[in-house]
């Protein structure tokens, strides 16, 4: 009944920028926080960013400075404005929400992640 669906990938040059975008569907009653994880190859995955509901965000220390993320709470989508990119932040870039949503009559609520979508970052 709820998907999430992102896109915005792609390959960059370091010192460059990307934004990606994550847009949630279905029957959904509110979303708690949102965010962004990423998994580089041969590493687990990790946090980058992550926004609550009301807009308070928490990011990893390496991305501080440098990425953004925010949210639409109206559309449900949130964005993050990757900046500065550097060749350590290639990875596959996970949306991920906390979503409580209607299952017919009944109100239930899980967590909800995205497909991917690769970003790469070249030296």
């Known amino acids: 009944q709820v998907q999430l669906v992102e896109s915005g990938g792609g390959l960059v040059q370091a010192g460059g920028s990307l934004r990606l975008s994550c847009a949630a569907s279905?029957?959904?009653?509110?979303?708690?926080?949102m965010g962004w994880y990423r998994q580089a190859p041969g590493k687990q995955r990790e946090l980058v960013a992550t926004?609550?509901?009301?807009?308070?965000?928490n990011y990893a220390d390496s991305v501080k400075g440098r990425f953004t993320i925010s949210r639409d709470n109206a559309k449900n989508t949130v964005t993050l404005q990757m900046n500065s990119l550097k060749p350590e932040d290639t990875a596959v870039y996970y949306c991920?929400?906390?979503?409580?949503?209607?299952?017919?009559?009944?109100?239930?609520?899980?967590?909800?992640w995205g497909q991917g979508t690769q970003v790469t970052v070249s030296s």
């Open positions: 926004i609550t509901s009301n807009g308070l965000t």
């Open positions: 279905g029957t959904i009653f509110s979303i708690d926080a």
């Open positions: 991920n929400a906390f979503i409580k949503y209607w299952d017919y009559v009944w109100r239930r609520e899980r967590d909800y």
